[in-house]
């Protein structure tokens, strides 16, 4: 269970509002990836990197947006362009990205629009 | 969209009944991984398949990975209240997103006592 945490556990988003998801991990992993899940389907690719600087568009990237200064962290951006955030959003990370390699998710953050 | 399936979305079992659910996609499969998360929780890996026809156990889990590699199935025999939660099977597919994981639908187990 350990190394990836994200913060906060619970969010609340106004109307046109900005949020940034926080994701940290302690495993050394190269990439990261953001994921979103909505009841009764399965996880959705928002973004990933597979390297500091770097990053890539999964399949829902519209309306969001991420950074990767550091290979520690990729906090994730919910943007007013985001017309229905309300989900669970996962991190996950892997040791280089490769496309068969185990992922390691975090605990989640829970997003709800007000 | 998605490109791989599983069926069933949802099924419900009483305490020590078996419960199988089976995982599809529309490409051949490099490997195929699956996956848990407990309700609330987030997913934790459970096993790699590699193998055309592999087959592997854990405990009262057994995975199997087919001959085409083209799908995979997960069967739990006796079933315990702690196998409650959603499982999802992944593989490596091209989509417009690039070739990353791609995680299936994922199959909802609740037991009864």
């Known amino acids: 269970d350990g190394g990836i945490t994200q913060s906060p556990k619970y969010l609340f988003r106004k109307e046109g509002q900005n949020v940034t998801l926080s994701c940290e991990q302690n495993?050394?992993?190269?990439?990261m990836y953001w994921y979103r899940q909505d009841p009764g389907q399965g996880l959705r690719l928002i973004y990933y990197s597979q390297i500091v600087n770097d990053f890539q568009k999964g399949d829902i990237a519209e309306g969001y947006s991420v950074s990767r200064e550091k290979k520690e962290s990729f906090p994730l951006t919910v943007t007013s362009a985001q017309k229905n955030p309300t989900a669970f959003y996962l991190c996950a990370s892997s040791r280089t990205g490769h496309r068969e390699e185990t992922q390691y998710f975090g605990p989640g953050t829970r997003l709800l629009v007000l | 969209g998605q490109q791989v399936m599983q069926i069933p979305q949802y099924q419900h079992v009483q305490e020590g009944e078996d419960f199988t659910t089976y995982c599809n996609s529309s490409?051949?499969?490099?490997?195929i991984q699956w996956y848990k998360q407990r309700p609330g929780g987030h997913p934790v890996f459970l096993i790699q398949l590699v193998k055309s026809g592999e087959v592997k156990k854990q405990k009262r889990l057994t995975f199997q990975f087919g001959e085409a590699k083209k799908n995979s199935s997960l069967h739990i025999t006796a079933t315990q209240t702690t196998d409650v939660g959603t499982y999802f099977c992944?593989?490596?597919?091209?989509?417009?997103?690039?070739?990353?994981?791609?995680f299936g639908t994922g199959t909802q187990l609740k037991v009864e006592l």
């Open positions: 490409t051949t499969l490099s490997n």
């Open positions: 992944a593989g490596p597919i091209l989509t417009g997103g690039g070739n990353k994981l791609t």
């Open positions: 495993l050394n992993h190269d990439a």
